[in-house]
């Protein structure tokens, strides 16, 4: 599997703290509960865990959640419960993203950016989302 060069990504497109948060609490589940593979997918469901601690952060706000909610989705990656688990070679359609107003698109955050995501630039619009100059 290739994995994207990130280089160029702005740090602010990331959390180390929120990376360090992760391995700090599979440090501590280790030492605490043992090796993931002897308890997923077979004894604990890592998507009910995940599921439970959103659901706690989404009633308290406590951010401390959010690192295990990711851990949680990791180790199904890694020890899948879903039957038809899998990972295509090529991309896959994504659902998009919920906005505050409800809708679900994949639209950029701002129209120059969805100019660009559908094929324009910056100093030239055709092919994006902006069909002439000026709109």
């Not at 290739?2 to 391995?23: I, W």
């Not at 997918?41 to 706690?56: F, N, Y």
């Not at 990656?77 to 107003?101: C, I, L, Q, Y």
């Not at 639209?107 to 619009?125: C, F, I, M, V």
């Amino acid at each position: 599997m290739d994995v994207k060069d990130t280089r160029g990504v702005p740090d602010s497109e990331n959390s180390q703290q929120f990376h360090q948060l992760m391995a700090d609490a599979m440090g501590l589940s280790f030492f605490k509960y043992g090796k993931v593979a002897d308890a997923y997918p077979e004894k604990v469901d890592a998507i009910k865990s995940l599921k439970a601690r959103l659901e706690k952060y989404e009633q308290t706000g406590d951010r401390r959640l959010l690192p295990d909610v990711s851990n949680f989705a990791m180790i199904e990656f890694m020890h899948p419960k879903h039957p038809d688990a899998h990972f295509p070679e090529h991309d896959t359609d994504a659902t998009g993203r919920v906005w505050n107003s409800g809708s679900q698109s994949e639209q950029a955050n701002t129209a120059g950016q969805e100019n660009l995501r559908r094929g324009g630039s910056h100093l030239r619009t055709d092919g994006g989302f902006y069909k002439r100059e000026g709109d």
